[in-house]
């Protein structure tokens, strides 16, 4: 199923495909939410205005790019993309979504096992734990179970402050 | 300079399992600290922090009376070259101009770089094939620094490295090997081939673009996240095999079928390494590794592996000055070069 190229979520009604002067092809799906809201009604209305969709498409793209930042060491994707090297830690958070198709390319995985460190895999364990301790508090109050909640919310602040 | 000139360390000095295909074994970790920027991109100040940073944890481990800190001076051209021919230090980090340091355990056998393309770089080195001590020395190394440093790791990723290439274990490891029968056979390519196949890296000895020269080899793993370290270490231990099988079988029908061709080869290699006034390094490896095969084949008899692995290190260039003490243009070093070989080799 190919999403709509604007919105990323909705299954595309139809692609328009436009060739430029040089002959190069184009392609853009497009859903019929989207193309709806921006006041196409027809084939032929999309088939007309393709270029202006697909300039939309160009600045969203761009401005991806050139937007984010490692806040840490200030890095841009752009940036790694020209030196082959990242930055920093927080580089892996901050483009990690660009980065996992990079990274199953080289490894064919985007899944680290093996070796941890100690106080890693404590920090891990001590995050999967305030999660659980939510997932049962939020259960407690569906059940209106107000008491355990309360113990629950108790417990959740006490694993908070060991972080 | 410090470590001992006249002799290269542990692993190459003794003999190990495999030796007669198998000259080493090579396990390295790359490491960074949370929270400073890797090497490539520190600001003023960075880099001499994480230096101190991990001499003070060498120091918290009790690690620095055994070995040697060595800093910037004689990490850069030309002095840093005897590390990169001894295999303790990269090429690119002697070439780097951060402020940098090397630690080299007395025995030669653990290196770290500190400010390579990564923070750390923690590297074992093991005579022969043997990732059992070469992983056992880094990974243990490696545990007790983690009690002091904070690495930068991510459960997706793994340990966090400058490259991609690195990510998830962090490990690479590399067998060096010297396959001389399969080059004569030209089985080579076939073999190769099938590493690559497995996603094995094949290189010269020296690493990233150097050529293979005295046909010795290093194969290494390319793949460092989605693998285990057993598992990453398991493939290229069961290559590794089949290659020294492959090459001995080789061996064995060169010595069935062409003996006195083998025999004349190792010989005359001798004879001019015996003879010979003037001798460039790249030739000196070329005869030496020929000779070398000679020793283990059992053609030669007077000399033993070690002896002759451990020239192919001491005729390189850097080492043989700090070995001769004296700073030699081109032209004398292939001079003193012929004289000590000749030294070594005539008994």
């Keep these: 199923m190919r999403l709509c190229d604007l919105c990323g979520k909705r299954e595309a009604a139809l692609t328009v495909r436009q060739l430029d002067k040089e002959g190069k092809a184009t392609e853009l799906a497009i859903c019929a939410e989207c193309a709806r809201k921006r006041g196409f009604t027809s084939v032929e209305d999309l088939k007309q205005n393709a270029h202006e969709i697909l300039a939309e498409l160009k600045a969203k793209i761009g401005e991806k790019d050139k937007e984010v930042v490692c806040p840490s060491c200030k ?24 980065l996992r198709p990079l990274v199953r390319r080289l490894h064919s995985s985007v899944q680290h096992v093996g070796k941890s460190p100690q106080q890693g895999r404590k920090r891990a364990q001590e995050r999967l734990e305030v999660e659980r301790l939510r997932a049962e508090l939020e259960q407690a109050i569906r059940d209106e179970d107000y008491e355990r909640a309360a113990s629950l919310r108790d417990r959740l602040k006490r694993a908070g402050a060991g972080e | ?110 290196s770290v770089m500190v400010n390579e393309e990564d923070h750390l770089r923690v590297q074992a080195l093991a005579a022969g094939l043997d990732f059992t001590t070469a992983f056992g020395l880094a990974s243990e190394l490696d545990e007790q620094l983690e009690k002091q440093l904070t690495y930068a ?27 001389p029968a399969l080059v004569l056979t030209r089985e080579i390519d076939k073999v190769l081939r099938g590493a690559y196949a497995v996603g094995l890296v094949v290189r010269g000895i020296y690493g990233e673009g150097s050529e293979t020269k005295g046909n010795l ?5 390319q ?67 020929t000779v070398r095969l000679g020793v283990v084949l059992g053609i030669i008899n007077e000399l033993n592996v070690s002896e002759v692995s451990q020239l192919l290190v001491l005729i390189r260039p ?21 004289t000590f070989i000749r030294q070594k080799l005539v008994k």
Excluded at chain 2, 55 to 63: L, V
Excluded at chain 2, 217 to 221: A, D, K, P
Excluded at chain 2, 260 to 268: N, Q, S, Y
């Design chain 2, 217 to 221: 080899f290093q194969i290494s793993n």
């Design chain 2, 223 to 289: 793949r460092t996240l989605g693998q285990s370290e057993a598992e990453i270490i398991e493939v290229l231990m069961n290559v590794s095999r089949q290659i020294i099988d492959y090459e001995r079988k080789a061996r064995e029908y060169l010595m069935h079928n062409l003996r006195v061709e083998i025999e004349d080869k190792v010989f005359r290699s001798l004879g001019i390494l015996r003879g010979a006034r003037i001798i460039s390094s790249e030739e000196a490896t070329n005869l030496l590794a």
């Design chain 2, 153 to 179: 790791y991510s459960e997706e990723f793994g340990f966090l490295t400058a490259c991609p290439t690195n990510l998830g274990t962090g490990m690479r490891i590399s067998v060096f090997l010297h396959l």
């Design chain 2, 318 to 338: 850097a080492n043989l000055q700090v070995l001769l003490g004296e700073k030699l243009s081109a032209v004398e070093r292939d001079e003193r070069r012929a």
């Design chain 1, 75 to 98: 890095m841009s994707f752009a940036d790694f993309k020209k030196l082959g090297r990242l930055g920093c830690a927080e580089c892996y958070r901050t483009f990690a979504e660009q």
């Design chain 2, 1 to 110: 300079m410090g470590l001992v000139p006249e002799k290269v360390g542990a692993w190459l000095s003794q003999s190990g399992p495999e030796n007669d295909v198998v000259i080493s074994t090579r396990v390295r970790l790359a490491r960074n600290i949370e929270d400073v920027p890797f090497p490539g991109r520190m600001k003023p100040g960075d880099a001499e922090l994480v230096l101190e940073t991990i001499r003070w944890a060498f120091g918290e481990i009790g690690y620095l009376n055994k070995g040697q800190f060595f800093e910037d001076g004689m990490l850069t051209e030309p002095d840093g070259q005897y590390f990169v021919e001894r295999h303790l230090a990269s090429p690119d980090f002697i070439a780097s101009k951060n402020r940098k340091g090397l630690f080299v355990s007395s025995d030669e056998r653990v």
